[in-house]
């Protein structure tokens, strides 16, 4: 499973880019936007094509789910330890964690978990230079929750983060850092389906 996470801020031919990114093989695509609006939102997801509406993840805005067919909620760490997530049970909901023991502490309600950063950040620079995740996996003992690797994942490192046994990964700074998201893409998707 590869999924995309949008970047924070508006970027310039976003939504055609993300449709492209759809029409190669894209699994999913959470939307991060903390800073727009609701309507900036509804103008945003309408831009993305309606065949692809089932495979977007929001972060927010989720009064907006039931207008497009959107039924995947992701919730902060600090989310989930509020239980803001509850009132969502009938959705498909993910969170995120930044240890191996927490993930193995979450319940069944969770599709999926993000867990960063497995390899130094691209878009936070400095970010995650000391981290341990990527031994720490090794010591996943649940497998009812899928394991989601993030964090300076490209081309050259995605076989490596699915060897040390995540389900899928997510990719942020190197498809909205490079100014060929769609190669980029193709060859992340290509170097684990060799």
């Known amino acids: 499973m590869i999924i995309v996470i949008s970047p924070e801020e508006m970027i310039k031919n976003e939504t055609e880019l993300i449709n492209e990114l759809f029409q190669e093989g ?3 695509l959470h939307i991060r936007k903390p800073f727009i609006n609701h309507d900036e939102m509804t103008d945003f997801i309408n831009q ?3 065949e692809f509406h089932s495979q977007l993840v929001l972060h927010s805005h989720y009064d907006l789910a039931d207008n497009f067919n959107i039924s995947r909620f992701h919730f902060r760490e600090i989310d989930r330890q509020n239980n803001v ?3 969502f049970t009938d959705k498909i909901i ?3 964690v ?6 193995n502490e979450l319940g069944e309600e ?6 960063s950063p497995v390899f130094p950040s691209i878009s936070k620079k400095g970010y ?4 341990n995740i990527l031994n720490d996996i090794k010591k996943r003992t649940h497998s009812n929750v899928k394991l989601i690797g993030l964090g300076g994942i490209n081309e050259n ?3 490596k983060a699915f060897e040390i046994g995540v389900d899928g990964v997510a990719l942020l700074g190197a498809i909205w850092e490079s100014d060929e998201t769609l190669s980029v893409f193709k060859k992340c998707r290509q170097n684990i389906l060799s």
């Open 157 to 159: 490192n995605i076989s």
């Open 94 to 96: 993910s969170t995120s």
């Open 128 to 131: 995650g230079q000391k981290s």
């Open 110 to 115: 969770w599709e999926y978990a993000f867990i």
């Open 98 to 103: 930044h240890d191996i023991e927490i993930f």
């Open 48 to 50: 993305i094509n309606s």
């Open 85 to 87: 997530y509850e009132s």
């Open 26 to 28: 894209l699994d999913l």
